[in-house]
């Protein structure tokens, strides 16, 4: 078989596959682009996988990280994408269960797609777009099944994390199981416990932004998978939740302030600390909590906007069709009220400190200097008062300093 890929990511990334055969190497496409352009579907990162050895791959490109060089694999940068060129290779024991021991350098293709985890991610192409399928992935595509490349049990045993990977891929295409694969997945879900909280925090949030993540919680819980997820599994409320949760979320930050709605008695500082999450993922989350918070008090208007950081607007909204389905899209108006927002930090406001200092002089510094920034700051972002000099300190004087400072 062979797939007409002439245009588009692919003949972009053909030039590293032209690069390393003209150094005599043999090298293919592989993994997730191969699977997804059989699909149809859009393509993610583009994965090369090749017999030259990584110090090879380095001496080849100009541009290199060698982010995972122990484990073969090298990023090459080109044109300002980037693209994981990982040798072929078999792997030892997990006995860390998150790297394995030791990974050993092989000359065949055959042998690295052996050592995949589906029949359906273990499928190369060559740069002329021959596909290379010795375990019959096409034909799981076709029958939109998940099958572990060989035995189930023992490739569970070797890597328990390829269980919650099953299901992440069950959500993102809408595939069933096969029945062996599902057989093992369900005797043997509690080898999940020897896996780093990090390596599952990375597959749930794949598996909550898949198109079927409804179908993939279905199946998380009736293999029982919660067990060994954080905080989920002491709190049933948010298991109850979770049974009829539908709606794909795109990151942690909207998936810890969706589960948060669900069940407010675990903070956000348990579950950051309990799944090892970022301050960053921590800080999104609070601010999408305080605009949900805000719309149902306020509802949408200049102040929730200017409070959420516009890299959240998405997921804000996605929040709402969650929490108030019965509101009609406010996609426009958001984008509408943010477009024409006064100013979009405090720093832009004309008065600050200083000139309130000045214009109270008989006042001692003390915390009624934040009190008025921040009134002051809600009112210009909400159009009550002007940003102009002027017309904020008669404001002040006549209508905030009387009657919120004495
Ligand atoms: P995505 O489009 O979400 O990136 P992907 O199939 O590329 O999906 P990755 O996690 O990026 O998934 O992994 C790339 C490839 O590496 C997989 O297609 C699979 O062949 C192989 N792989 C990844 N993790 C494992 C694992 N734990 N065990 C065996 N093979 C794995
Ligand atoms: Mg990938």
């Known amino acids: 078989m062979v797939i007409n890929m002439l245009d ?8 590293i596959i032209d690069l390393l055969e003209e150094r005599g190497h043999q090298a293919y496409f592989v993994g997730g682009s191969v699977r997804d352009l059989l699909l149809q579907r859009s393509i993610g990162d583009i994965d ?51 790297h394995p021991d030791h990974v050993q350098y092989v000359d065949r293709i055959e042998e690295d797609l052996a050592r995949r985890d589906f029949t359906i991610n273990g499928i190369a192409m060559d740069k002329h777009g021959k596909i290379l399928d010795p375990f019959g992935g096409k034909q799981a595509i076709e029958n939109q099944l998940i ?15 390829r269980m919650m990977r099953a299901l992440r891929f069950a959500s993102q295409l809408g595939f069933s199981l096969e029945a ?6 369900t005797s043997h879900i509690n080898w999940l416990e020897k896996i780093a909280i990090e390596r599952i925090a990375v597959e749930m949030q794949k598996l909550f932004s898949g198109d079927h993540v409804e179908q993939a919680i279905k ?22 939740a979770l049974n009829n949760h539908q709606v794909p979320l795109q990151s942690w930050s909207e998936m810890l302030a969706c589960f948060c709605q669900y069940d407010p008695s675990v903070s956000l500082h348990t579950w950051t600390k309990e799944w090892k999450l970022s301050n960053k993922t921590k800080q999104d989350a609070s601010y999408l909590l305080e605009a949900i918070d805000y719309f149902n008090k306020e509802q949408l208007d200049a102040w929730l906007v200017y409070r959420l950081p516009e890299h959240l607007e998405s997921g804000f909204l996605r929040l709402l069709g969650i929490f108030c389905p019965e509101l009609q899209p406010l996609s426009a108006q958001l984008c509408e009220i943010r477009e024409c927002l006064p100013v979009q930090s405090r720093q832009e406001i004309v008065m600050d400190g200083n000139d309130l200092i000045s214009l109270f002089p008989q006042r001692s510094r003390g915390p009624w200097l934040n009190t008025v920034l921040q009134l002051l700051e809600e009112h210009v972002v909400l159009g009550k ?15 905030i300093y009387p009657t919120t400072l004495d």
């Open 8 to 15: 588009g990511p692919f003949l972009r990334a053909k030039k």
């Open 48 to 98: 090369i996988t090749t017999s030259a050895l990584p110090e090879q791959v380095q001496a080849i490109f100009p541009k290199v990280i060698p982010v995972g060089i122990e484990h073969g694999t090298v990023i090459v940068r080109m044109a300002g994408q980037s693209y994981e060129v990982t040798t072929f290779r078999v792997e030892g024991n997990y006995s860390d269960y998150r």
């Open 147 to 161: 099958q572990t490349v060989g035995t189930a049990t023992e490739r569970f045993k070797e890597d328990p994390l």
């Open 180 to 185: 062996a694969t599902f057989a093992a997945l």
């Open 219 to 240: 199946l998380l819980l009736e293999v029982e998978l919660e067990r060994y997820l954080p905080v989920i599994r002491n709190q049933n409320t948010l298991v109850g």
């Open 385 to 399: 008062v002007a940003n102009e000099k002027q017309q904020l300190k008669a404001w002040v004087t006549n209508e």
